[in-house]
């Protein structure tokens, strides 16, 4: 089970870690992109955790909601609403609910991830966050299936997040602005495959402790 306690928790740790990170982040865009990633994250995530507590009393559909609508209104970029359609699809199952089971948890990395391709249109090795939530996803269903349990299976998922982000250096990128760049973009680690590597080992730190 993964209580609400934990949620709040972890949209808390992984707004520090964007904020930590922040430069990196914008480094890692500056190689591919327009050197904004870091920037745009920490203004969203500053913004999440100052509605958290307007919120807090609520489901976790509800918590998922606002972020979702917060990303969405104040990140300019691609990550924002894609960020954003993550939280909003991976609230679906989730009104009314103050604990989440591993059912549940499951849900939420398909229907966000799901969302991300719906809204993105990406596809796999196109060096996106998608070339990590995606094996996330995958090693998560896998373990839960195999009845590992959450932690464990989270486990997983992080070291399937942490390889699929590797995997982004060699690629070439097809979607958002790497894309511009043709032949240039590779050698580079993808900038939004590594928030989304950082929120997936976030949550496995607070559901460890
Ligand atoms: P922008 O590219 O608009 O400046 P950001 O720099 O905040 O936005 O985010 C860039 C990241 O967004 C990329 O590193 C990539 O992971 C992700 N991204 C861009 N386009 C897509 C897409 N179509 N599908 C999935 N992820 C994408
Ligand atoms: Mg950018």
């Given at each position: 089970m993964v209580s609400k306690e934990q949620i709040l928790q972890w949209l808390h740790a992984f707004a520090a870690a964007i904020e930590q990170n922040k430069d990196y982040l914008t480094e890692l865009d500056a190689a591919i992109g327009d050197a904004d990633h870091g920037i745009n994250m920490d203004r969203g995530f500053k913004k999440v955790i100052l509605q958290l507590p307007s919120v807090a009393d609520k489901d976790i559909g509800s918590i998922f909601k606002t972020v979702s609508m917060t990303l969405i209104s104040s990140v300019g970029g691609a990550s924002g609403p894609l960020y954003g359609t993550w939280f909003l699809r991976a609230s679906t199952d989730l009104a009314g609910k103050q604990e989440l089971t591993e059912q549940d948890l499951l849900g939420v990395f398909q229907a966000g991830l799901n969302g991300v391709i719906q809204r993105g249109k990406a596809q796999l090795r196109?060096?996106?966050m998608l070339d990590v939530l995606s094996p996330a996803m995958v090693a998560f269903a896998k373990a839960v299936d195999e009845g590992r349990g959450t932690v464990v299976a989270l486990q997983q998922a992080v070291t399937a997040a942490e390889q699929g982000l590797k995997d982004t250096t060699p690629m070439l990128a097809k979607?958002?602005?790497?894309?511009?760049l043709g032949d240039r973009s590779i050698g580079h680690q993808d900038p939004g495959g590594t928030s989304a590597y950082l929120m997936l080992k976030c949550l496995l730190e607070v559901l460890e402790n």
């Open positions: 196109d060096k996106t979607k958002g602005r790497a894309s511009y």
